[in-house]
């Protein structure tokens, strides 16, 4: 196993997001929310955000592949499972594990828009502000991060490291 070094614990994790699903239970008040799971990086997440938003949820799930080379997203986005559900007229949020050049998320609001939901909101766990190639609005962001690359709590390197419950940088592979 490689060397990982922590960056956020778990109970940094679980902290941040009891305070994201306070604020998305506030904004929310008296509504339901559909919360759209990226796969698979967002899968604990979504899950830890679901439970603890107090109004009613539905989940729904897609996952979308990128044509760039492994570490870097191209903008040109490959729909590899597209949500079960339609989403007209619903609140949703978009539910992602990390925003890096922004390029996958903005051709994702662009689809979603135009399926004409009530409300659109995006929720990032990570934020890479330093690395932002697309301006998109994040309305719910966990922690900015620097321009590392990390994994752990759904996030991977070539498959590996997802299960780790915190978020930490591989410094040897
Ligand atoms: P973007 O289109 O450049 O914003 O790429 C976002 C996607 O790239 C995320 O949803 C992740 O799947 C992946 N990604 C970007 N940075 C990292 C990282 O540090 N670790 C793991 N995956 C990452
Ligand atoms: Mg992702």
């Given at each position: 196993?490689a060397?990982?070094?922590?960056?956020?614990?778990?109970?940094?994790?679980s902290?941040?997001?009891?305070?994201?699903?306070?604020?998305?239970s506030?904004?929310?008040?008296?509504?339901?929310v559909?919360?759209?799971?990226i796969?698979?990086?967002?899968?604990?997440?979504?899950?830890?955000?679901?439970?603890?938003i107090?109004?009613?949820?539905?989940?729904?799930?897609?996952?979308?592949?990128?044509?760039?080379?492994?570490?870097?997203?191209?903008?040109?986005?490959k729909?590899?499972?597209?949500?079960?559900?339609?989403?007209?007229?619903?609140?949703v949020?978009?539910?992602?594990?990390?925003i890096?050049?922004?390029?996958t998320?903005?051709?994702?609001?662009?689809?979603?828009?135009?399926?004409?939901?009530?409300?659109?909101?995006l929720c990032?766990?990570?934020?890479?502000?330093?690395?932002?190639v697309?301006d998109?609005?994040?309305?719910?962001?966990?922690?900015?991060?620097?321009?590392?690359?990390?994994?752990?709590?759904?996030?991977?390197?070539?498959?590996?490291?997802?299960?780790?419950p915190?978020?930490?940088?591989?410094?040897?592979?």
């Amino acid at each position: 196993m490689a060397k990982i070094d922590v960056m956020i614990t778990e109970e940094e994790i679980s902290k941040r997001v009891n305070e994201l699903a306070g604020m998305i239970s506030k904004d929310f008040s008296g509504q339901d929310v559909h919360l759209i799971c990226i796969l698979k990086g967002s899968i604990f997440f979504t899950a830890e955000l679901a439970k603890r938003i107090e109004n009613e949820v539905t989940l729904d799930f897609m996952s979308v592949s990128s044509y760039g080379d492994g570490t870097e997203s191209s903008g040109r986005i490959k729909i590899v499972k597209d949500i079960d559900e339609g989403i007209e007229g619903k609140n949703v949020i978009v539910v992602e594990d990390i925003i890096d050049s922004g390029r996958t998320l903005s051709f994702l609001l662009d689809m979603l828009k135009a399926r004409k939901p009530k409300e659109l909101k995006l929720c990032t766990l990570l934020n890479k502000p330093d690395r932002r190639v697309v301006d998109i609005p994040v309305d719910y962001i966990g922690f900015d991060i620097p321009d590392k690359f990390v994994v752990g709590y759904g996030m991977d390197y070539a498959q590996k490291y997802r299960a780790l419950p915190y978020i930490g940088v591989v410094s040897e592979l």
